[in-house]
């Protein structure tokens, strides 16, 4: 089954936090993970954050970013282009969500993906009523 994680739940791949092991269970029933045009920005951003909280060490985040080079090799990745935009704005009209929320939500939309799994509460009541199946974690 082709999957696309939002930020907010492929971090708990990478960093130890509630819902990490339910995580795990969906990524090995996965055949394919699909992720956002911007995620690896995010995914910057949310270590460099927790070092900054002091919840990662400088070695931890070495560890984290040397294994999410690894795995964005594998990872399917929605192209930015014009119908990305276009969707996004959509959604932002249409719900009032965050830029980056919006960017996330049409790609997985644009993506094609048969799962959508978010851990961002107000993305995952909204992507409900857009995608067909829809996992918060």
Known sequence: MKGFLD????????IEEEGSETLVRFLNDLSDVIVS???????????ERRIHEGKIT??????IYTEMKIDFNFFGKVVWN???EH????????????TL???????AYLSQAEMFVTSDKKLF???????????FI
């Open 101 to 107: 929320d919006s960017i996330q939500l049409a790609s």
């Open 87 to 98: 969707k996004s704005v959509e959604f932002v009209q249409h719900y009032q969500i965050k």
């Open 7 to 14: 930020t907010s739940s492929l971090c708990k791949k990478y």
């Open 125 to 135: 009541d909204i992507a409900k009523k857009e995608l067909k199946k829809v996992e």
């Open 37 to 47: 045009p911007v995620c690896w920005i995010e995914m910057h951003s949310a270590v």
């Open 58 to 63: 400088f070695i931890e985040a070495a560890r």
């Open 82 to 84: 014009d119908d990305l």
